[in-house]
T-cell receptor, first 111, second 113 residues
Framework: GEDVEQSLFLSVREGDSSVINCTYT??????LYWYKQEPGAGLQLLTY?????DMKQDQRLTVLLNKKDKHLSLRIADTQTGDSAIYFC???????????FGGGTRLMVKP | EAEVAQSPRYKITEKSQAVAFWCDPI?????LYWYRQILGQGPELLVQ????????DSQLPKDRFSAERLKGVDSTLKIQPAELGDSAMYLC???????????FGPGTRLLVL
């Protein structure tokens, strides 16, 4: 089946930029997503990008997509302690709406 | 802002018992999904509904799991009998017709003892 991989952990200082990376295997991905999950909570949709785009910016969030390398990244500018959470990358193939998620990257923001 | 509702938020049960989870999607969303998230992992799709019909239940363990969405609105996911390995977070999500974005509920955390 299709696979989505993320690094497990990232630690940054408050005010720095965070970059969370994701790789995927499905060459027919149509949309790619970033979700945020705080402890004990559901998933909050942060942003998504259509596969024919290479960049999308939304306030402090910048998504970069390298379709050739099947690499997606999420940059959070001016990272705050409230950004501490687990971030999931997900991809949607071209058959149906099913999302395939990565294992999540735990972001820790130190004051 | 419209949200996906789920209940209960937490459920503790003993193995071999039956459990049921409820989900109410965002109003007007035709597509409803149930995901299971094991601790430390990403969510995995169990079943997808389009209105009242099952679109994909290939990952649903049908010997013990069942899901229904009788009127095409809210949905129930049942496990009978529960096993220790079913301990996880059960997440419901919904999307509109285009299916571009899925919105998740707060989840039901199940602990099987």
């Amino acid at each position: 089946g299709e696979d989505v991989e993320q690094s497990l952990f990232l630690s940054v200082r408050e005010g720095d930029s965070s970059v969370i990376n994701c790789t995927y295997t499905d060459s027919s991905s149509t949309y790619l997503y970033w979700y945020k999950q705080e402890p004990g909570a559901g998933l909050q949709l942060l942003t998504y990008i259509f596969s024919n785009m290479d960049m999308k910016q939304d306030q402090r969030l910048t998504v970069l997509l390298n379709k050739k390398d099947k690499h997606l990244s999420l940059r959070i500018a001016d990272t705050q302690t409230g950004d501490s959470a687990i971030y999931f990358c997900a991809e949607r193939g071209n058959a149906g709406n099913m999302l395939t998620f990565g294992g999540g990257t735990r972001l820790m923001v130190k004051p | 802002e419209a949200e996906v509702a789920q209940s209960p938020r937490y459920k503790i049960t003993e193995k071999s018992q039956a459990v049921a989870f409820w989900c109410d999607p965002i109003s007007g969303h035709a597509t409803l999904y149930w995901y299971r998230q094991i601790l430390g992992q990403g969510p995995e799709l169990l079943v997808q509904f389009q209105d009242e019909s099952v679109v994909d239940d290939s990952q649903l363990p049908k010997d013990r799991f069942s899901a229904e969405r009788l009127k095409g609105v809210d949905s129930t996911l049942k496990i009978q009998p529960a096993e220790l390995g079913d301990s996880a977070m059960y997440l419901c999500a919904s999307s509109s017709g285009s299916g571009e974005t899925q919105y998740f509920g707060p989840g039901t955390r199940l602990l099987v003892l």
